[in-house]
């Protein structure tokens, strides 16, 4: 085959359009592959933000739910110290009516012993006179 500016020509033209043609061809496949790419990459950061809102969500809620529990037992206690100091003023004053009630049945007793001592006596003295004494 001579070498001829017509042969180089056809070649050139040749190489040049085998070369559109991938090119033509190439382009869009790549555009395509990178589009796929980048909206792979997007649906994997929305998914990503919307799992982060999620547990975020989530945290805030369990917080709120702490905190809600935290006031309920604070109140609870709170509650239970009052019901309990009522409780203990309350034994209080009835230890104190006992107490008084007490000292009364105490002071009661002490004069039927008195009155019950002072007639004994007398019965004694009434028996040691009139009884005869046994002598010695």
Not at 13 to 28: C, D, E, M, N, Q
Not at 42 to 63: P, R
């Amino acid at each position: 085959m001579d070498i001829t500016i017509t042969n180089i020509l056809l070649i050139t033209t040749l190489i040049g359009v085998i070369f559109s043609a991938y090119l033509h061809f190439r382009k869009p496949q790549e555009k395509l592959e990178l589009s796929q790419l980048v909206t792979e990459k997007e649906i994997a950061n929305k998914a990503t933000i919307l799992a982060q809102q999620e547990m975020e969500s989530k945290a805030t809620l369990l917080a709120n739910q702490v905190e809600w529990e935290k006031n309920t037992n604070k109140e609870k206690f709170i509650e239970y110290g009052r019901k309990l100091d009522e409780v203990m003023i309350n034994s209080q004053k009835e230890v104190v009516k006992i107490d008084h009630k007490l000292d009364s049945f105490i002071h009661t007793q002490s004069m039927r012993n008195e009155e019950y001592s002072n007639q004994f006596t007398k019965l004694f003295t009434l028996l040691d006179e009139r009884l005869p004494r046994p002598k010695r």
